[in-house]
C-alpha cells in the first residue's frame, strides 16, 4: 500500500518534460522517493492523524459539546458575572442534550442570574423550567421562593419552601421564611426562623445580624446585644 500511494505520488509531480528514454540515476530517485515519502506522510498527516487527535480531544478533553461552556457559566455565577454567565448558560442550554442532567441546573443559574439582573420575568421561566426537569430539586424551589417573595407572592413562595423541606433539610429554607415573615411584619416569625437556620448554620453571621434586628423592634434589647456581640466577634463592623 505504502509502495502504490509513493508511486502514485512520483507520477502526479514528477515533470512532463521528462523523457521516456532519459535514465534516472540511482541517487536522484532515492532523493526523489524521499522527498515523495515526506510529502504522502504530510497528507496522511492532514487527512487521519489531525482528525483523530481532534476526535480525541473531543470525548477526552474537550468534552461533550456545550460541557464546556456549562463549566464556564457556573463560573462566572459565583463571583456575580450575572451578563455573562447568562450569555454561557444560554449557549449552554442549546449546545447540551436534552436528556442532559445537567440541563436542570443550567437553568436553574440562568433562571438566577435574570433574577440578580432584575430580570424577574425571565428568571421565574428558568426556576420553573428547572423544576419542570427535576421536581425534587429542593434548591430550585428556594430560588423560586425568593423570586416570588420579591414580587410580594408570599403564599406561593411559602408553598414553594414547603415544598422545598419535604425534599431536603437546608438552612436556606428558614431563611428565606424568615425573610417572607419579616416582609409581611412578623417580627416573632421571622426570629423564629432565623433560629432554626443559626442552629443549622451558626458560622453564618448575617443571620445573627437579621435577627438583633428583629429582637430589637420587639424589644428584646437582651437578645439585640447577645447577637450584636456575636456578629462583631466575627470580624464584621456592625
Not at 19 to 43: G, N, W
Not at 84 to 106: C, F, G, H
Not at 147 to 171: C, F, S
Request: hydrophobic content about 40%; aromatic content about 10%; some cysteine.
Amino acid at each position: 500500500m505504502w509502495n502504490k500511494l509513493i508511486g502514485w505520488w512520483e507520477s502526479k509531480t514528477r515533470r512532463k518534460s521528462m523523457k521516456d528514454s532519459q535514465s534516472i540515476h540511482a541517487s536522484v530517485l532515492r532523493d526523489r522517493t524521499s522527498k515523495a515519502e515526506i510529502q504522502v506522510m504530510s497528507i496522511l498527516a492532514v487527512l487521519v492523524i489531525v482528525p483523530l487527535a481532534a476526535l480525541a480531544y473531543y470525548f477526552f478533553a474537550g468534552g461533550p459539546r456545550g460541557e464546556a461552556t456549562y463549566a464556564d457559566g457556573i463560573r462566572l455565577v459565583s463571583p456575580g458575572h450575572y451578563k455573562e454567565a447568562i450569555v454561557k448558560l444560554t449557549r449552554a442550554i442549546d449546545e447540551l442534550p436534552k436528556d442532559d442532567p445537567k440541563l436542570y441546573m443550567a437553568y436553574l443559574l440562568r433562571g438566577m442570574s435574570y433574577r440578580y439582573e432584575g430580570d424577574r420575568a425571565k428568571g421565574r421561566e428558568d426556576l420553573n423550567k428547572a423544576i419542570e426537569l427535576r421536581a425534587d430539586c429542593a434548591r430550585c424551589f428556594v430560588e423560586r421562593a425568593g423570586l416570588l417573595r420579591e414580587l410580594k407572592e408570599y403564599a406561593l413562595a411559602l408553598d414553594d419552601l414547603d415544598r422545598a423541606q419535604t425534599l431536603d433539610k437546608q438552612a436556606e429554607i428558614y431563611v428565606e421564611r424568615g425573610s417572607i415573615y419579616e416582609a409581611q411584619n412578623q417580627p416573632q416569625k421571622a426570629i423564629d426562623e432565623y433560629t432554626k437556620a443559626i442552629g443549622m448554620r451558626e458560622e453564618w453571621p448575617y443571620l445573627y445580624r437579621a435577627r438583633a434586628r428583629l429582637r430589637k423592634q420587639i424589644g428584646d434589647l437582651e437578645g439585640y446585644e447577645a447577637d450584636k456581640a456575636r456578629v462583631v466577634s466575627s470580624g464584621i463592623v456592625w
